[in-house]
């Protein structure tokens, strides 16, 4: 007997709205079955990769990071994220654009290539959600976003403050790109907040850190308070490196550090942070050869769809 739905809705679904069950084990591992296209008329959000790891200090490994948020992203795919009160895609069109496609070959062009993929997307309208790959992405990413928007503020999570010195600018290095954002006047260090530190780095170049203890000594909703404090509307890029939860509940990373954010605290605060003025965003350095049962690359795509929820509440739902 024939069954009563379709399946691979990443290349079947009609419409870029809605959700819709279908076997979470099988098919086509589009982020949450969003339907796969370069297609960007209509769409209020893309979803794309970008599979870059060459900057990576430590271990490799982050290349492999799209693919298995991706991959995990389908375990939840059959219904409204929880516990918001909407499907953000009732009233987002959301599509999974692929992967920036680059010559691993030649790193030196790289950054250049994905500053291109983003001028793309961003100047047809479209809002993005990258996935890493190394956190060095958020660098170009940043220069695309900031030339559409201005000056951003910048909400970062992470283990590592990733403003190391770099006074010639010429490393690809996942440890200098905020160094290099604020030099540049992509962000204002004055609007931005570095969450979940716990690497020394005395020069905090004008950002408020929120040290992984202050962190663990508040509450989520305290955290998330400070953090909306500081940003104020102004336009927000997001950006989450896994590290900044401890290896116990993302081990699948570059550069792990003890004493981090547990997955509930990191998706409490980014719960608290409804309203802001988020305008980009990103999740980096899933590293799916130090995974364990696939637990990094799970919260990786949940910590996606909070950032997804943030959007459409204040894009559709008017905060």
């Not at 809002?127 to 956190?135: C, I, N, R, S």
């Not at 040290?211 to 400070?226: C, F, G, H, K, M």
Request: hydrophobic share 40%; proline share 6%.
């Amino acid at each position: 007997m024939e069954q009563a739905f379709d399946n691979d809705l990443a290349i079947t679904r009609d419409s870029l709205y809605g959700t819709v069950a279908e076997p979470t084990y099988a098919g086509i591992t589009s982020f949450m079955r969003r339907r796969y296209t370069r297609d960007l008329r209509g769409v209020d959000l893309v979803v794309s990769g970008v599979p870059f790891d060459t900057a990576t200090s430590n271990r490799p490994g982050s290349r492999f990071g799209p693919r298995a948020i991706r991959a995990a992203s389908i375990q939840s795919a059959w219904e409204r994220h929880y516990p918001w009160e909407f499907d953000p895609f009732d009233v987002l069109a959301c599509i999974d654009y692929g992967d920036c496609n680059f010559d691993h070959g030649t790193p030196q062009d790289t950054p250049a290539v994905i500053e291109a993929h983003a001028d793309k997307i961003l100047a047809a309208g479209c809002a993005m959600l990258t996935l890493g790959g190394d956190h060095f992405i958020s660098y170009p990413l940043l220069k695309a976003h900031a030339r559409k928007h201005g000056p951003l503020a910048l909400i970062h999570f992470d283990a590592h403050s990733d403003t190391w010195p770099d006074e010639e600018g010429a490393r690809i290095d996942h440890g200098t790109m905020f160094y290099h954002a604020a030099k540049e006047g992509l962000v204002d260090p004055a609007r931005s907040v570095q969450v979940g530190l716990r690497t020394t780095n005395d020069d905090v170049m004008g950002f408020q850190v929120l040290d992984a203890r202050q962190v663990n000594r508040s509450t989520p909703e305290q955290i998330a308070e400070l953090i909306r404090a500081r940003v104020g509307d102004q336009p927000v890029y997001l950006t989450f490196d896994i590290d900044c939860l401890d290896p116990a509940f993302a081990p699948g990373t570059g550069t792990p550090v003890c004493g981090g954010l547990s997955s509930h605290q990191a998706l409490e605060i980014l719960r608290g942070l409804r309203g802001i003025n988020l305008v980009g965003m990103d999740v980096v350095e899933v590293a799916p050869p130090y995974d364990n049962a696939e637990v990094t690359a799970l919260v990786g795509a949940t910590l996606a769809m909070e950032m997804i929820c943030l959007y459409a509440a204040r894009l559709k739902l008017g905060g």
